[in-house]
Antibody
Framework: VQLEESGGGLVQPGRSLRLSCAASGFIFDDYALHWVRQAPGKGLEWVSGISWNSGTIGYADSVKGRFTISRDNAKNSLYLEMNSLRPEDTALYYC?????????????WGQGTLVTVSS | SFDLTQPPSVSVSPGQTASITCSSDSLADKYVCWYQQKPGQPPLLVIDRDNMRPSGFPERFSGSNSGKTATLTISETQALDEADYYCQTWDASHVVFGGGTKLTVL
């Protein structure tokens, strides 16, 4: 299993950013996927998850209405569209593959992409 | 949503047994997973569904769930077990992590 995040960077408050996660080494459309973030020196915070067929999607309250998760099973890719970014969104964002087809257990993780929200 | 409460830190001597707890009012109908995270690395799943070890993972790691408290137990603790440990469960397609416990082996 390989998960490679991209799209992070420095962005001003209020702006948008799109993260991508390229997956390989497994049957992509069999599994749920997640975004999890970790602010510097802090714990893990689940951001969003999506089931194998995009039929079940969940968001943390802290990002609901601002972030949108999506997946393209034809491209083996997961995305996170982040709008109205705030300084408190600054974190390392991990892409994770579930062990199951609906959000339950995060079995494999990427190395993360850093998002910094600052003026 | 609901909260999972973990102690911020646990200390253990090498060779002894470490127990890390994860508490909530509503774990009776839920499965709990555990992750290990070492500095500069992504988390690693160590226990799935209360007490299932991923293939190839050391038998020294075990888990349990009593309904209000889930426990990760590490027997014969080694220096390489020093890390942050997080419990996690899910509810209505929402995933919840505990605040994390720093395990110190000294």
């Amino acid at each position: 299993v390989q998960l490679e995040e991209s799209g992070g960077g420095l962005v001003q408050p209020g702006r948008s950013l799109r993260l991508s996660c390229a997956a390989s080494g497994f049957i992509f459309d069999d599994y749920a996927l997640h975004w999890v973030r970790q602010a510097p020196g802090k714990g893990l915070e689940w951001v969003s998850g999506i089931s194998w067929n995009s039929g079940t999607i969940g968001y943390a309250d802290s990002v609901k209405g601002r972030f949108t998760i999506s997946r393209d099973n034809a491209k083996n890719s997961l995305y996170l569209e982040m709008n109205s970014l705030r300084p408190e969104d600054t974190a390392l964002y991990y892409c994770a593959k579930d062990l199951y087809s609906t959000p339950m257990t995060l079995g494999s993780w990427g190395q993360g992409t850093l998002v910094t929200v600052s003026s | 949503s609901f909260d999972l409460t973990q102690p911020p830190s646990v200390s253990v001597s090498p060779g002894q047994t470490a127990s890390i707890t994860c508490s909530s009012d509503s774990l009776a109908d839920k499965y709990v997973c555990w992750y290990q995270q070492k500095p500069g690395q992504p988390p690693l799943l160590v226990i799935d569904r209360d007490n299932m070890r991923p293939s190839g993972f050391p038998e020294r790691f075990s888990g349990s769930n009593s309904g209000k408290t889930a426990t990760l137990t590490i027997s014969e603790t080694q220096a390489l077990d020093e890390a942050d440990y997080y419990c996690q469960t899910w509810d209505a397609s929402h995933v919840v992590f505990g605040g994390g416990t720093k395990l110190t082996v000294l």
